[in-house]
């Protein structure tokens, strides 16, 4: 089984300013790892995956995020925000395998981004 | 492409009554799965249908139950509804490959039992 521990719930952050939203998650087996984002009375918009490769992948937006499986971590970050970033970030994970967990998200709590002006 | 699209946006129930909610996945994707989310909770995976077989289930009651169609349409079901089961209900389709497991969600369906 794997879990997704999303470190903050709540980040507020100035427009342009950087911004690093964490993600831990436990697995016994490898796995995908993604970022989702959700802005209000939406569902989820893919901004990023990691399934093999570098460990640095970038996403929608400006968004990037660093595969660390020592760590086993996934921080998805942007050097510079808008207003418009302001939305619910979801951090998730699947098993590679299939097997048991075909079709199968398990998602962080998410974090709520918060941008001032 | 189309996205994945759900139907209705918006239901309102009262307890004790049975709810069917349709997802029609991107054009050519095979897998559909489900999830319930809640503010407690959070998302929660309910099952996955692939070629018309339910091939994983979540922790969820019998009352949650789902179908595919020949056309990769799927529709849930829940049955003898109570206040806790007011969510929103989110449908993802994906195109399962060697290389890829990549979910692609719809816009959701809110539920509301009274």
């Known amino acids: 089984a794997q879990s997704v521990t999303q470190l903050d719930s709540q980040v507020p952050v100035f427009e342009e300013a950087p911004v690093e939203l964490r993600c831990n998650y436990s697995?016994?087996?490898?796995?995908?790892l993604f970022w989702y984002v959700q802005y209000p009375n939406q569902g989820l918009q893919l901004l990023l995956k990691?399934?093999?490769?570098?460990?640095l992948v970038k996403g929608i937006n400006g968004f990037e995020a660093e595969f660390n499986k020592s760590q086993t971590s996934f921080h998805l970050r942007k050097p510079s925000v808008h207003i418009s970033d302001t939305a619910e970030y979801f951090c998730?994970?699947?098993?590679?395998?299939?097997?048991?967990?075909?079709?199968?998200?398990?998602f962080g709590q998410g974090t709520i981004l918060t941008v001032h002006p | 492409k189309a996205g994945v699209t759900q139907t209705p946006r918006y239901l309102i129930k009262t307890r004790g009554q049975q709810v069917t909610l349709s997802c029609s996945p991107i054009?050519?994707?095979?897998?559909v799965s489900w999830y319930q989310q809640t503010p407690g909770q959070g998302l929660q995976f309910l099952f996955e249908?692939?070629?018309?077989?339910?091939?994983n289930k979540g922790n969820f009651p019998g009352r949650f139950s789902g179908r595919q169609f020949s056309n990769s349409r799927s529709e849930m079901n829940v049955s003898t509804l109570e206040l806790g089961d007011s969510a929103l209900y989110l449908c993802?389709?994906?195109?399962?490959?060697?290389?890829?497991?990549?979910?692609?969600f719809g816009p959701g369906t809110r539920l509301t039992v009274l």
């Open positions: 998730a994970v699947s098993e590679r395998a299939g097997g048991t967990s075909y079709g199968k998200l398990t």
């Open positions: 249908y692939f070629s018309e077989t339910q091939r």
């Open positions: 697995s016994s087996v490898s796995v995908y």
């Open positions: 990691y399934l093999s490769g570098s460990t």
């Open positions: 054009s050519g994707h095979r897998s």
């Open positions: 993802a389709s994906s195109n399962y490959g060697i290389f890829t497991d990549t979910q692609y």
